[in-house]
């Protein structure tokens, strides 16, 4: 099964500047969210996934989260909420309890796992090409393998743009069996030495998927991609028409 993992809030540390505005910071994402990444979800050819969405133990009672799963459940979405912050290493946050919320997680997903899991990570301000979850479950299972994406596209104040990093993005699937997936110690093990999505070709058996399957989001929220109206990002390409978006169904 495929399983697509968003971590919406419990990454890293609340920037300065939202420390005192987190209950608009978590309206601001569920709205880009919503806008960009869950459309590009609804869009895809093949629409059997669960949706793994993450926040921390403090979101429970927002009331924007608590609207956000009315919205999904009256559209009949296939996902599942939890509050344990992200599921595996946080290079910029806490992990000295990572295994407790493993565990408390893992207890949730565990009735909904019944074969192999493909775990498929995506950011909630993020976007795929609307053939990406078709192409993931085409590929033949590989004990600890990988599945990475290059290259894509980044739109910025309403232009789209290539998108090059210079190491492996945030975009990215680990297989895992269903007793790696199910045991919270195995599922650790799994991840191994990972600390970043840079880590990912470095310590799993990777291959690569066609470029240009995913669309990073620039906007004000965004740590990595903060400041959009003043700042060049490295990784921007070439401009392209804007007619791509059609392939990622949020126009």
């Known amino acids: 099964m495929l399983i697509i993992q968003t971590t919406f809030m419990g990454r890293g540390q609340i920037r300065p500047e939202w420390r005192d505005k987190q209950k608009l910071l978590i309206r601001k994402r569920i709205q880009i969210f919503k806008k960009f990444t869950l459309k590009s979800l609804l869009g895809q050819t093949d629409k059997?996934?669960?949706h793994w969405i993450c926040f921390r133990q403090e979101d429970v009672k927002n009331l924007d989260v608590q609207a956000l799963k009315r919205y999904l459940d009256g559209i009949g979405y296939n996902y599942v909420f939890t509050f344990n912050k992200q599921p595996y290493w946080d290079d910029r946050g806490d992990n000295g309890d990572l295994k407790q919320r493993v565990s408390k997680d893992l207890g949730l997903l565990r009735g909904f796992i019944k074969e192999k899991v493909y775990m498929t990570v995506l950011d909630s301000d993020d976007c795929f090409q609307r053939k990406m979850v078709e192409t993931i479950k085409k590929q033949k299972f590989i004990k600890n393998g990988a599945l990475i994406v290059k290259n894509g596209y980044c739109?910025?104040?309403?232009?789209?743009?290539e998108w090059l990093p210079a190491n492996n993005p945030p975009f990215y699937?680990?297989?895992f069996s269903r007793e790696?997936?199910?045991d919270p110690k195995e599922y650790l093990k799994r991840w191994g030495s990972f600390r970043s999505h840079e880590d990912i070709p470095k310590i799993n058996k990777t291959r690569k998927l066609p470029d240009n399957l995913y669309l990073v989001?620039?906007?004000?929220?965004n740590r990595s991609t903060k400041n959009p109206k003043r700042r060049t990002h490295p990784y921007l390409g070439k401009m392209i028409n804007k007619e791509i978006l059609k392939e990622f169904t949020i126009t």
């Open 173 to 175: 699937t680990l297989m």
């Open 217 to 221: 989001v620039m906007h004000e929220t």
């Open 48 to 50: 059997n996934f669960l």
């Open 180 to 182: 790696e997936f199910t």
């Open 155 to 161: 739109l910025k104040m309403g232009r789209v743009y």
